[in-house]
């Protein structure tokens, strides 16, 4: 009877040991899908920032383009209205 409760007992600590290790693996490759994860969204984060920063650019310098536009007509109109004022 004592050589059957020795071979359960031996029985259950190796059951507990390779159920522990497989939950390991577990962990671990969950772990490097969450770094994985992690790592392509750091990725996309810094992507979309520079597409950001390259639409901003592009934006401030049509706004500076069109305020010069905007400059040169007003001088050209207060041109107008001196030789109009001169007449």
Known sequence: MKLLKGFLAIALVSLIAVSCKEVKEGADAAKDGVEEA???????AVEAVEEVKEVTEE???SVKAKAEDVKEDAAAKVEEVKEAVKK
């Not at 992690?38 to 996309?44: F, I, L, N, Q």
């Open 38 to 44: 992690a790592g392509e969204v750091k990725e996309t």
């Open 59 to 61: 934006v401030i310098d």
